[in-house]
């Protein structure tokens, strides 16, 4: 059995990635010598938050094989496998992955199909029976170390996490690094110039900073949901983190919504400074049904509809 073993549990199982959006191609984008960084920093995090830990699993090697994103996973510890097995079967890893993914590619949405599997097991179809997808991952003792394209990307992250600490404001002599090769830009959300175009609706546009005349637009049309685009944006913006929004609420109770959702969005602005793009308000409402008020911050409605 499993628990009697002498040796320290390990097991390995294939994380299969589609996009179903036909201007995304996952396999395409880690072939990009630009977007592999980014690619490789959302899959990283949303596993690390599967388990709840930085070293919870590890990924061996990469395969691109289209339309398919395959990731190779080893888990050194059963408690993580169990947690990573809970997070996917709970559409958890789904989303948070998507998040990454959409924060990382300055794009609105990256709707994702999963699948799992343990050598010639489908785990997808037996996720309830927690047990049994453990013995088949267990059976599957990984045949290999990561591989030297997932140890040089580690490297890469580990580095510019260490540089980004260091240094928040990057002077123009600190940006040598993103000569090498290996990491041609930052991933969206480090301290440089986020990405300058992103796409919404199969069309695309410049990644522009929130202007005056969006925090106002956003202010009139958010309405109640407000709070739902705030908790959005707080993913990624330590000035919004609990209990601050819930704060803010109460705050301005007596002035009303519209003071609430600009007060709301004054912070993530005044927080994030050049990162408060549009791509990521754009990507938060769209999280929260709230099309038509994108369609409008981009300028997609007609006169008619904007009067």
Same mark, same amino acid.
């Given at each position: ?6 040796? !320290? ?101 990256? !709707? ?33 170390? !990561? ?64 202007? !005056? ?95």
């Amino acid at each position: 059995k499993m628990a009697g073993s002498p040796t !320290p549990w390990i097991g390995s199982a294939y994380l299969f990635l589609q996009s179903t959006c036909k201007t995304i191609a996952l396999p395409s984008l880690y072939e990009n010598s630009q977007k592999k960084p980014c690619v490789f920093k959302a899959l990283k995090m949303a596993l690390e938050d599967s388990t709840g830990s930085v070293n919870g699993v590890d990924m061996l090697k990469v395969h691109c094989s289209h339309p398919h994103l395959i990731v190779q996973l080893r888990f050194c510890k059963q408690e993580n496998c169990r947690r990573f097995l809970r997070s996917y079967r709970e559409g958890a890893l789904q989303k948070s992955l998507q998040s990454y993914l959409q924060l990382s590619l300055a794009t609105t949405t990256v !709707p994702l199909e999963m699948e799992l599997k343990a050598g010639s097991e489908h785990l997808d179809k037996m996720l309830k029976d927690e047990d049994h997808c453990l013995e088949c991952i267990y059976r599957e003792k990984p045949d290999r170390l !990561p591989d030297e394209e997932i140890t040089e990307l580690e490297e890469c992250l580990k580095s510019l996490m260490l540089h980004q600490s260091i240094n928040n404001n990057v002077a123009g002599k600190d940006c040598s690094y993103l000569k090498s090769p290996s990491l041609p830009y930052p991933p969206q959300g480090s301290s440089l110039l986020p990405q300058v175009t992103f796409i919404f609706q199969g069309q695309q546009f410049d990644n522009r900073t929130i202007t !005056p005349d969006d925090h106002q637009k956003f202010a009139k049309s958010v309405s109640k949901k407000w709070k739902q685009v705030g908790r959005s944006l707080q993913k990624y913006c330590r000035a919004l983190r609990d209990p601050v929004i819930d704060n803010l609420a109460l705050e301005y109770d007596r002035e009303g919504l519209y003071e609430q959702a600009y007060q709301m969005l004054l912070r993530f602005i005044q927080s994030e400074g050049k990162k408060a793009t549009i791509a990521r308000l754009i990507a938060a409402l769209e999280e929260n049904g709230l099309v038509s008020l994108a369609e409008e911050l981009l300028g997609l409605h007609s006169n008619e509809d904007c009067s």
